[in-house]
């Protein structure tokens, strides 16, 4: 705090100072109290302050900590519930192959049973046409 001395001062006998400066004035020096220079407690004091900025620091990180491990939780789930998904696109997928080689395989029975039809009714027409038209 600054206290700013009159330009002139009325001394005791009534005379009058001037070009009084300005000077730094403590706190303790308006209540008129001593302040000691170097008092013990004041480290004590100096860590107290240091804690309790530390603490609100290490609970933020506490916080960053849990919204971290909170995200990756989330992360984690959601790549379980793709595999989850993957997984179950496989076996459906898997299902569709096997009821696709079923059905090729059927397939194939037919063409075969289609095949041995058609080579029985030529050798049948073939019988026959050798009857109607004899030997050639």
Same mark, same amino acid.
């Given at each position: ?5 009159l ?6 006998s ?9 000077r730094?004035v ?10 000691a220079d170097?008092?013990? =407690?004041?480290?004590? /004091?100096l860590?107290?302050?240091?804690? @309790? $900025?530390?603490?609100?620091?290490h609970?933020? &990180? ?6 971290a491990?909170?995200l ?8 379980e ?10 076996a ?9 080689k079923?059905?090729?395989a059927k397939? =194939?029975?037919?063409? /075969? ?5 058609? @080579? $029985? ?6 019988? &026959? ?8």
């Amino acid at each position: 705090m600054l206290r700013r001395g009159l330009t002139s001062i009325p001394t005791r006998s009534g005379e009058v100072e001037e070009g009084v400066k300005k000077r730094r004035v403590e706190p303790s020096e308006l209540i008129g109290a001593k302040v000691a220079d170097n008092r013990p =407690g004041e480290e004590d /004091e100096l860590k107290i302050v240091e804690e @309790k $900025v530390r603490l609100p620091t290490h609970n933020g &990180e506490e916080e960053m900590r849990k919204m971290a491990a909170h995200l990756m939780k989330g992360i984690y789930l959601r790549v379980e519930e793709e595999k989850a998904e993957l997984v179950k696109g496989k076996a459906e997928l898997d299902n569709k192959v096997a009821r696709l080689k079923a059905n090729l395989a059927k397939e =194939g029975k037919q063409l /075969e049973a289609l095949k041995a039809s058609q @080579k $029985v009714e030529i050798n049948e027409l073939t019988a &026959e046409t050798r009857k109607m038209y004899g030997r050639w």
